[in-house]
């Protein structure tokens, strides 16, 4: 998946790619030099912005898993090292990258994907407390209504009341259960 990417027209120094094989991360360092870039794509003269431009818009489909459209991209592991090659046309012609990946620092893991999943998660379990707390409230509505002598017009709008805990242990059992499968497949 691509990381670090901006929103400006501004081009970064260097930018981050982290390459998830089986249960390994991979990541090389980028610099998007003019001649780095001339190296392998002799025939092309342009701003490196424009390199940079192409390269995401080809590259990041394939990363993403989305398919490539209509760049060509092959991978190959040799000697602990990953290699993603892409082959694409810019302005009619051919354009050539390729990513030499090594195992990722843990430093950049955790920056670019323990973090992010961290905040993600607590998010996550905020609303599901404030999703809990809205539910307990409409169930105390609804036994309100009941106590004033209000009942449904239709039987199928019946819910049982929710209970916090058998849902969530529902839930870690459904976790759980999930983790064992993806330790079997691999």
């Known amino acids: ?31 998007f030099s003019s001649s780095a870039l001339q190296e392998l794509n002799r025939r092309l003269r342009a701003a490196v912005q424009a390199f940079f431009s192409h390269l995401r818009e080809a590259a990041e489909p394939w990363l993403s898993g989305g398919g490539g459209g209509e760049a060509q991209m092959c991978v190959w592991r040799r000697d602990g090292v990953v290699t993603l090659k892409l082959k694409s046309e810019l302005a009619g012609l051919p354009f050539h990258w ?9 430093a950049l893991v955790c920056a670019q994907l323990v973090r992010p999943l961290l905040a993600m998660s607590r998010l996550l379990h905020r609303q599901l407390e404030e999703q809990g707390e809205l539910l307990a409230r409409k169930d105390q509505e609804i036994q309100d209504y009941r106590e004033n002598g209000a009942t449904l017009s239709r039987e199928r709008l019946q819910t049982d009341v929710f209970n916090k805990q058998l849902y969530t242990e529902d839930f870690i059992q459904k976790v759980r259960a999930q983790r064992h499968r993806l330790l079997l497949l691999h």
């Open 98 to 106: 390729e990513f030499r990946c090594s195992p990722a620092p843990v």
């Open 1 to 31: 998946m691509f990381q670090n990417f901006t929103a400006t027209t501004e081009l970064p120094a260097a930018w981050a790619l982290l390459l998830s094989l089986h249960f390994s991360l991979y990541s090389p360092l980028l610099s």
